[in-house]
């Protein structure tokens, strides 16, 4: 697996942030490739992900890394135009201290490694950004060093055969000469050619 402490979050947190911005408020209610979430719950998921990961990554442990993703409520802030942008950029900044990536941490309610820990805030930031992206009508371009440890992620939990209920879904069958973010989009249970519903 790509060696995770190398992993800079800062250009795809930037990345995801910059998606966030374009959504318009009259697409929050639009689907996306996640089936039980609107654009609104993505992005409310988002939000309440980069807190968790970052107090992951300072250890500061308590009700943010407690919470079950699935127990989760999914509501949008108010002021979330504001507020997750900033949570991304602490995320971001809160991965840079090495000492994140060492000992054992709690996210969603787990413990874990560190550096298991990073690496999940990776690939829960490329996969959410495609969804954004897909949702919205937006152009998507990850951050390569984030798209490939991603990939080696769900790829080596594709090979361990235990994928866990409820976190990735029966994989999609991708080309193997299809684009990296196609096989790592397949790999977690979303099929690359999803597009939005059109109305009747």
Do not use: N
């Not at 991708?174 to 397949?186: C, I, M, S, T, Y």
């Amino acid at each position: 697996m790509t060696d995770t402490r190398t992993i800079d979050l800062g250009p795809q947190t930037r990345i995801v942030a910059g998606l966030a911005a374009a959504v318009p408020d009259a697409a929050l209610a639009g689907r996306t490739p996640c089936p039980d979430y609107a654009v609104s719950d993505l992005l409310g998921h988002l939000a309440g992900l980069a807190v968790a990961f970052r107090d992951a990554a300072r250890k500061d442990l308590g009700p943010t890394t407690d919470t079950a993703p699935g127990s989760a409520a999914l509501s949008l802030p108010a002021g979330w135009r504001e507020d997750l942008p900033r949570a991304l950029g602490e995320l971001a900044e809160a991965w840079q201290d090495p000492a994140a990536w060492s000992g054992m941490t709690r996210a969603g309610g787990v413990d874990l490694p560190g550096e298991i820990a990073g690496v999940v805030a990776v690939d829960e930031l490329v996969l959410h950004g495609w969804d954004l992206a897909r949702a919205t009508g937006q152009e998507y371009v990850p951050d390569q060093a984030a798209l490939r440890a991603a990939h080696a992620f769900l790829l080596a939990a594709a090979e361990d055969g235990d994928r866990g209920d409820g976190i990735f879904g029966p994989i999609v069958p991708v080309p193997e000469d299809a684009p990296l973010l196609d096989r790592a989009v397949g790999l977690s249970g979303r099929d690359p050619g999803w597009t939005p519903p059109t109305s009747p």
